[in-house]
């Protein structure tokens, strides 16, 4: 039944007819997708907290920060694949479109291994940087190396998905993970209750069912029919002009989500300071907020692919209308989802953990930051519009200097003064407002610019 429906959604027409529609039907397996991908860390959290202990959890909620860094290289590099393909695809332009395929699927294996080495040489120094108590130190290094060993398998997975989000099919990369979360949530009670490996263990089966994603997409790719079909001969040869397109495009996007992920090291430093309760309480929701952002992210990519096809074909003014009813229906979905998450506060950290002292502590998060995401809707809209043409930079030196410029600043300078956790929490929503209004006049810039390159054709 799940496959049945899952099969509505794909090979979406971006070129023609309604838009509005289109949108909303790629951007909710999208968001399904992004929210099982998080639902396995929420599935080691939930497990840890409640059959291992709190710090057990806490060591996960503290490599979060950590995960979602690594996790955004992949994705904002995947992006570029993603505008690649997709415009070449709004060129008819098979023949590219199929080279940019493999050179991307090349790439991310190359990426993710790079990912392992370096992750693994630096794990124990990152724990000095975040200022790790003791009591969660071994767990949380435990538990970052054994999930560093599954890297090559989610830059894979990601690519991958890249690919099939190019021509319209947002459900594929959803059915992928909706199978691997299966896994790893039995896997992860079969580990804490079966076995002696507890934290260590639970990672693993995160490394496990990451490759059986990648695995599981890429035997759907090699069977697939058209441009994004690939063929294991041709996976020898990179081709060098796509892959600096596919990196122009993708690294400042990446760099976009890492400066977040960055950001919130810095915060994560910040809340170790005030003890294990609020490392804990950090976590589980951070855990469910994120499920938000999901649903942002989803009109953000389904707007950049929309975008990348329209702009290959050459249609102006429909990326503009685009970008318009992305970001109308990206506000009010947010909403929507960020109000249910509060209205359901209590029960949903009382998944994580018994502690009323922690429960209450999630909720203060919540506040500060799930509710106030229509503004991150407006950031991802018009930074994802401006990637599908091409424009990919600006906006992430944009989110450079205005969100982590304004968090380091507010830790740094700010928060000695007032060292509670609800001024901490403070700071995501000033740096929103900062980042919002500057994207704002860097949109309007980048429109009038691509007017005039669009007169002179």
């Given at each position: 039944?799940?496959a049945?429906l899952?099969?509505?959604?794909?090979?979406i027409?971006?070129?023609?007819?309604?838009?509005?529609?289109?949108l909303?039907?790629m951007?909710?397996?999208?968001?399904?997708?992004?929210?099982?991908?998080?639902?396995?860390n929420?599935?080691?959290?939930?497990?840890?907290?409640?059959?291992?202990?709190?710090?057990?959890?806490?060591?996960?909620?503290?490599?979060?920060p950590?995960?979602?860094?690594?996790?955004?290289?992949?994705?904002?590099?995947?992006?570029?694949?993603?505008?690649?393909?997709?415009?070449y695809l709004?060129?008819?332009?098979?023949?590219?479109?199929?080279?940019?395929?493999?050179?991307?699927?090349i790439?991310?294996v190359?990426?993710?291994?790079?990912?392992?080495?370096c992750?693994?040489?630096?794990s124990?120094?990152?724990m000095?940087?975040l200022?790790?108590?003791?009591?969660?130190?071994?767990?949380?290094?435990?538990?970052?190396?054994?999930?560093?060993?599954?890297?090559?398998?989610?830059?894979?997975y990601?690519?991958?998905?890249?690919?099939?989000r190019?021509?319209?099919?947002?459900?594929?990369?959803l059915?992928?993970?909706?199978?691997?979360s299966?896994?790893?949530a039995?896997?992860?009670l079969a580990?804490?209750?079966?076995?002696?490996?507890?934290?260590?263990?639970?990672a693993?089966?995160?490394?496990l069912?990451?490759g059986?994603?990648?695995?599981y997409?890429?035997?759907?790719?090699q069977k697939?029919?058209?441009?994004?079909?690939?063929q294991?001969?041709?996976l020898s040869?990179?081709?060098?002009?796509?892959?600096?397109?596919?990196?122009?495009?993708?690294?400042?996007a990446?760099?976009?989500g890492?400066?977040?992920?960055?950001?919130?090291?810095?915060?994560?430093?910040?809340i170790?300071?005030?003890g294990?309760?609020v490392m804990?309480?950090?976590?589980?929701a951070?855990?469910?907020?994120?499920?938000?952002?999901?649903?942002?992210?989803?009109?953000g990519?389904?707007?950049?692919?929309?975008?990348?096809q329209?702009?290959?074909?050459?249609?102006?003014k429909?990326?503009?209308?685009?970008?318009?009813?992305?970001?109308?229906?990206c506000?009010?979905?947010?909403?929507?989802?960020?109000t249910?998450?509060?209205?359901?506060?209590?029960p949903l950290?009382?998944?994580?953990?018994?502690?009323?002292t922690?429960i209450?502590?999630?909720?203060?998060r919540?506040?500060?930051?799930?509710?106030?995401q229509?503004?991150?809707a407006?950031?991802?809209?018009l930074?994802g519009?401006?990637?599908?043409?091409?424009?990919?930079?600006?906006?992430?030196l944009?989110?450079?200097f205005?969100?982590?410029?304004c968090?380091?600043?507010y830790?740094?300078f700010?928060?000695?003064g007032?060292n509670?956790?609800?001024?901490?929490?403070?700071?995501?929503?000033?740096?929103?407002?900062i980042?919002?209004?500057?994207?704002?006049?860097l949109?309007?810039?980048n429109?009038?610019?691509?007017?005039?390159?669009?007169?002179?054709?």
């Amino acid at each position: 039944m799940f496959a049945r429906l899952a099969s509505r959604y794909r090979d979406i027409d971006m070129l023609h007819g309604s838009l509005w529609d289109k949108l909303f039907v790629m951007a909710i397996p999208l968001a399904l997708t992004g929210i099982l991908q998080q639902l396995f860390n929420t599935a080691d959290v939930i497990t840890l907290g409640h059959y291992v202990s709190d710090e057990a959890m806490a060591a996960v909620g503290n490599n979060i920060p950590i995960i979602g860094l690594i996790v955004s290289l992949f994705m904002g590099i995947s992006i570029g694949a993603n505008v690649v393909v997709a415009r070449y695809l709004g060129m008819l332009d098979d023949n590219n479109a199929n080279d940019a395929v493999h050179t991307s699927l090349i790439f991310s294996v190359y990426l993710g291994i790079a990912i392992v080495i370096c992750g693994e040489l630096l794990s124990s120094a990152s724990m000095d940087w975040l200022g790790v108590p003791e009591e969660v130190r071994g767990h949380s290094l435990t538990y970052l190396r054994c999930y560093l060993a599954g890297m090559p398998f989610m830059a894979v997975y990601n690519f991958e998905a890249a690919l099939f989000r190019s021509k319209g099919d947002t459900s594929t990369p959803l059915m992928a993970l909706f199978y691997a979360s299966v896994l790893n949530a039995l896997g992860n009670l079969a580990c804490v209750l079966l076995t002696p490996f507890g934290v260590a263990g639970v990672a693993l089966c995160t490394t496990l069912a990451n490759g059986f994603a990648a695995y599981y997409l890429f035997v759907k790719l090699q069977k697939a029919q058209g441009p994004i079909s690939i063929q294991v001969r041709k996976l020898s040869h990179l081709n060098l002009r796509k892959l600096r397109a596919i990196i122009a495009i993708g690294l400042p996007a990446g760099i976009q989500g890492m400066v977040f992920s960055l950001s919130n090291l810095v915060i994560q430093s910040a809340i170790n300071s005030l003890g294990a309760d609020v490392m804990a309480a950090s976590a589980a929701a951070f855990t469910i907020e994120i499920n938000i952002y999901c649903t942002i992210n989803a009109f953000g990519l389904s707007a950049t692919t929309f975008i990348g096809q329209n702009y290959g074909a050459g249609n102006l003014k429909r990326c503009q209308d685009i970008t318009l009813i992305s970001m109308l229906l990206c506000v009010v979905m947010a909403t929507l989802v960020a109000t249910t998450v509060y209205i359901l506060a209590r029960p949903l950290l009382s998944l994580f953990t018994t502690s009323e002292t922690v429960i209450a502590l999630g909720i203060i998060r919540i506040i500060y930051i799930g509710l106030p995401q229509g503004l991150n809707a407006i950031m991802e809209i018009l930074s994802g519009a401006m990637r599908g043409v091409g424009y990919s930079l600006p906006p992430a030196l944009v989110a450079l200097f205005s969100i982590c410029g304004c968090r380091l600043l507010y830790v740094f300078f700010i928060f000695p003064g007032y060292n509670t956790y609800e001024s901490l929490m403070l700071v995501y929503p000033l740096s929103w407002v900062i980042c919002t209004l500057m994207l704002i006049v860097l949109y309007l810039y980048n429109q009038r610019r691509l007017r005039k390159l669009h007169e002179l054709r």
